[in-house]
C-alpha cells in the first residue's frame, strides 16, 4: 500500500464542497471515484481542510492509498485524465511515508478572499469573486484586520454549525491590499473555525464601506457572540491556497 500525497486545485462552483454530501457532487467524491476506476479499489481521499459549497482551492493538499503498484507521476496524469471535464485538477503527486496525513500532519492553512470593488456586473470573475459596488477603504480594511491577529476566542465568527471543540483560535497574520479594482484579504492560521474567514471578511467589508469602525469589529470579537455578526461574506470569493507541513 502506497500513500500519495495529492495538490489539487479545483473550481468549487459546480460541488457542495470538499467532502462527500448525500445531496450533491463534491471534490472528494469526484477523486476518489477516479482512482477506483483507475485502480480498481476503494479508497478515502483525506484533505487539510473542508471547503464549502461554491469555494474555490488554488492548492488543495490531500492523500490517498493505492495498493496497485503506480509511480505517482502515472497516478496524476491518470486522475487528470479521468476528472474530465470536472474543474478539478492533480497539480502535483508524491508518495510519502504512512504516517504523513494530509489534515493532521499540517500545521498552517492560508485562504485569500477576492472582491470585486466595481459596479459594473462581473463577467469572466462571476462566482470567482465577490462583487461589491460601494467604494470600499482597503487601508482602514487591513488596520482594522489587525485587531483579528493572535489568538481569540472567534465565536462571533464561527458559524452555528461548526463542529470545532473550541472557538479560540490564532491568526497568524492578515493583510487587506489593492490592485485597481481588486480587493484581496489574505489570512494564515493553523486551523480555522468554520465561515470564520467569510466572517472576517464580511465585517472588514463593513470597515471597507465606513459602516464599521475598527473599535466595532474589535468589540463584536470581544463580544463572543454570533448575535454581534455584521456580515457574512458569500462563498464566491474564497480560495484555499496552501497548506504547510
Request: hydrophobic letters at 45%; one cysteine or more; glycine letters at 6%.
Amino acid at each position: 500500500m502506497t500513500r500519495f500525497a495529492l495538490t489539487v486545485e479545483y473550481d468549487g462552483r459546480p460541488f457542495m464542497g470538499w467532502q462527500r454530501q448525500a445531496h450533491g457532487p463534491s471534490v472528494q467524491q469526484a477523486i476518489e471515484e477516479s482512482v477506483t476506476t483507475i485502480t480498481g479499489e476503494a479508497t478515502t481521499c483525506h484533505a487539510a481542510g473542508r471547503t464549502d459549497a461554491g469555494v474555490h482551492a488554488l492548492g488543495m493538499r490531500a492523500h490517498v492509498e493505492v495498493a496497485k503498484p503506480i509511480e505517482a507521476f502515472r497516478l496524476m496524469e491518470a486522475l487528470n485524465a479521468r476528472l474530465r471535464p470536472a474543474p478539478v485538477a492533480i497539480l502535483a503527486c508524491e508518495a510519502v511515508p504512512d504516517d504523513w496525513h494530509a489534515r493532521f500532519s499540517c500545521v498552517g492553512r492560508s485562504y485569500e478572499y477576492r472582491i470585486a470593488n466595481r459596479r459594473a456586473p462581473l463577467t469572466f470573475e462571476k462566482g470567482l469573486a465577490w462583487q461589491v459596488p460601494q467604494p470600499l477603504d482597503a487601508d482602514a480594511m487591513h488596520d482594522a484586520a489587525q485587531r483579528l491577529v493572535g489568538r481569540h476566542d472567534f465565536t462571533t465568527f464561527r458559524s452555528a454549525h461548526c463542529q470545532s471543540a473550541s472557538p479560540v483560535k490564532s491568526i497568524d497574520r492578515m493583510a487587506v491590499t489593492r490592485a485597481d479594482d481588486r480587493v484581496t484579504v489574505r489570512v494564515a492560521a493553523r486551523s480555522f473555525l468554520h465561515h470564520q474567514v467569510r466572517s472576517m471578511v464580511g465585517c472588514l467589508t463593513l470597515v471597507g464601506m465606513g459602516r464599521w469602525s475598527a473599535d466595532d469589529l474589535g468589540d463584536a470579537l470581544a463580544a463572543a457572540d454570533r448575535a454581534r455578526l455584521g456580515l457574512n461574506a458569500p462563498p464566491d470569493g474564497l480560495f484555499f491556497v496552501n497548506a504547510t507541513y
